[in-house]
């Protein structure tokens, strides 16, 4: 029964902490990314319930097929965090695919009497999406240290998962008894319980700065588009892609009154600054800012070091609240502006303030 309590501990938690993050997503409609981390965690916490309903009779469809359905895509929801943090659609197939499978296996009746297989197969389907979650932190830049505690936790889900497709008693000889599997599963739950509550904790932090952090972004943007043309059509398929985005687990307890105007538009001012024939401003993301300049990578370059010692000063005076920041460029070789803000992400250059006025 301690199995039976820790799925109803899991259930519960997972109820509890992804009505918190639907919630928060209710008050900053544009992040996302809440909603994506909330409404898997719901759906893990349903899952984890219908596993537990085992112990009351269940049958093989509800506490097997439904309920690791329901875990599976929980999973893959929740990954699509992070695809919706960089301003990326969700890809619906990494969602329905991984159940899918699930409810095509279970439909074999050699699969349903293994054990092993399903273990093997459910670990399998659940580590794929968080694979592809850390895969998408990485090919987006890990300059800013709250996107290393994300990919830390995903990493930590991939091995929680990967974790429930060994069989202890193959593995270890002599640990056939009934006390060792049962164990083994209980340290499964208790990795899986730390990933859900670790990452629901990370969210709910972000989602507690994310307010202030877009009416800052919403400034920023509306300082540097004064005066430019609205944008029409596409922009150029040649030029400079530049990005600032700001840390959001680690912005301190900023608000936004702390930045006064003179910040903000010396901040626009100094962004701008990249060179002639801004083209485009444009959110990617509550908390990425990125814009395009018609100039060529070599009068981008010379720019960027002028900028980025600005922008350093800028964050280092008293006045400025406690923030990091992270900002880079890269040649514009095509219209994927979210491809190109990727590569300007992974090569960008941390900036933090050290004023104490937190």
Known sequence: MD???????????GLIQGG??????????????????GIGILIVGFGAGLSGARYFDASFFTTIVAANVAMITGIACMAQAVRAAD?????????????????????????QQSAQQRLVLFSLLCAAPAVLASYSLIRGGLALSGRKVWLTLWIFIVISTLVRGIDTPRVLEGLENRYAASAWHVIYFIMVAASVVGVGYVNLALSDALPRLSTFMDRLQARMSRGRPAPGGHPPAAGALWSLRLDRLFMGRALVQEFIAQDID???????????????VRRAGVDRLIWVT????????QHYQTILDTLTG??????????????????LSGADLLQAAAAADRNAVRIRSRSRSA
């Open 266 to 280: 010396d901040l626009a001012r100094a962004l701008t600054a990249a060179g002639p024939g801004l083209v485009e």
């Open 314 to 331: 800028i964050a280092a005076r008293p006045t400025f609240p406690r923030l990091a920041m992270s900002f880079g460029f890269t040649a």
């Open 294 to 301: 018609g100039q060529d990578g070599g009068s981008a370059t």
């Open 87 to 111: 301003g990326k659609s969700p890809a619906w197939l990494e969602i329905i695919l991984p159940g899918a499978v699930w409810s095509l296996a279970c439909m074999s009746e050699h699969f």
């Open 3 to 13: 199995l039976a309590i820790m799925l109803a501990a899991i259930s519960l938690w």
């Open 20 to 37: 918190m993050l639907i919630y928060r997503w209710n008050r900053t409609p544009e992040s996302r990314d809440l909603w994506w981390s």
